[in-house]
């Protein structure tokens, strides 16, 4: 049973970090595409970071380039979401996603259609 099970998540002042783990148990990663998606209240969930473990180069949201960085830790099946100078509107729950091979076309990583494994979610809040 794949499993993905996220941390980290928490109540920041504007400007502040947080960074975000996601666990995933039951399956390798090799080959696999993660992502981050988040969704704030009354909005659609929305594109963060992904990667794929056949390159690692991250691909992120324009909203978030330059402040957050996803990275991966082969050894331990986790990827993170360091996310630094957050902004009220970075408030949302965060999930993080699986594709599994064959993964989708790297023009659809940012749909959440791709993504065949749902982690449960971390809140994120930042205050003004």
């Known amino acids: 049973q794949v499993q993905l099970v996220e941390s980290g998540g928490g109540l920041v002042q504007t400007g502040d970090s947080l960074r975000l783990s996601c666990v995933v148990s039951?399956?390798?990663?090799?080959?696999?595409?993660m992502a981050w998606f988040r969704q704030a209240p009354e909005k659609e969930r929305e594109f963060v970071a992904a990667?794929?473990?056949?390159?690692?180069?991250?691909y992120y949201a324009d909203s978030v380039k330059g402040r957050f960085t996803m990275s991966r830790d082969n050894a331990k099946n986790t990827v993170y979401l360091q996310m630094d100078s957050l902004k009220p509107e970075d408030t949302a729950v965060y999930y993080c996603?699986?594709?599994?091979?064959?993964?989708?076309?790297?023009?659809?990583?940012?749909?959440?259609?791709?993504?065949?494994?749902w982690g449960q979610g971390t809140q994120v809040t930042v205050s003004s």
């Open positions: 039951g399956r390798a990663l090799r080959n696999s595409q």
């Open positions: 990667v794929r473990w056949t390159n690692n180069n991250p």
């Open positions: 996603a699986l594709d599994t091979p064959p993964v989708s076309i790297l023009s659809n990583l940012r749909f959440a259609t791709s993504y065949d494994y």
